[in-house]
Every structure is written in structure tokens, then in C-alpha cells.
């Protein structure tokens, strides 16, 4: 069983960057992929990027170049730095872990209970 916890969310200006942490603990062949999701009311929750266990990443495409997803197995933790956040950057960050490595929300086995951000000038 893998169990995910997320920090670091806050109310930042725009321009302004966070950086997101989720403490892992389980089994590492159930995480071979760590990703980062967020969610807004009225929307569908949205992958942001995803690392494999080779540190592979990809990213969605509007945070491209602002934002920065890690992994550090031996310390059992993935982040995600967030740089130059936009408005529509708002919403709860949810860690996830799976086997496969992609932003599909629903090939993902293990959800945190998120975190919020919210960027409001």
C-alpha cells in the first residue's frame, strides 16, 4: 500500500513560485510513476507532470517551461516547483503514484489528499 502526503501549497501573487512536496512510503514497484494532478471546481481534474522511475518527465503543456517535477527515491519524496504562476495555476494538487507514465488520472493507483494553491493578485 502506498500512502502519499502532500505540503507546501499557499496563496502566492502571480509572477510569484511555490514548491510542492509529497512524502511516498510503500512499495517501490507501485510507484514507478510519480505525478503531480490539480483540480478546480467545474473542471476535470488535469495532470500537470509526471516522473518515471528513470526521471523521465513530461510535462502539460501550459506550465511547460515554469514548472519543475522531481523525484528522490532514496528519500522517498517527489516536488514539483512551480515557477511564474499564472492565475489558472489556482486549484488542489493532488500526488499521485502508478505504474505507468503518463497524466491519465485513472491509471493512477495512489492519491494524496492534496494541497491547495491559489494565485490571486
Known amino acids: 500500500q502506498v500512502q502519499l502526503v502532500e505540503s507546501g501549497g499557499d496563496s502566492v501573487q502571480p509572477g510569484g513560485s511555490l514548491r510542492l512536496s509529497c512524502a511516498v512510503s510503500?512499495?517501490?514497484?507501485?510507484?514507478?510513476?510519480l505525478a503531480w494532478f490539480r483540480q478546480t471546481p467545474g473542471k476535470e481534474r488535469e495532470g500537470v507532470a509526471c516522473?518515471?522511475?528513470?526521471?523521465?518527465?513530461y510535462y502539460e503543456r501550459s506550465v511547460r517551461g515554469r514548472f519543475t517535477i522531481s523525484r528522490n527515491d532514496a528519500d522517498k519524496m517527489v516536488y514539483l516547483e512551480m515557477n511564474n504562476l499564472k492565475l489558472e495555476d489556482t486549484g488542489t494538487y493532488y500526488c499521485?503514484?502508478?505504474?505507468?507514465?503518463?497524466?491519465?488520472?485513472?491509471?493512477?493507483?495512489?492519491w494524496g489528499q492534496g494541497t491547495q494553491v491559489t494565485v490571486s493578485a
Open positions: 499521485a503514484a502508478g505504474p505507468r507514465w503518463n497524466l491519465l488520472p485513472s491509471v493512477y493507483d495512489y
Open positions: 510503500g512499495p517501490p514497484s507501485d510507484y514507478y510513476s
Open positions: 516522473i518515471a522511475r528513470e526521471k523521465t518527465t
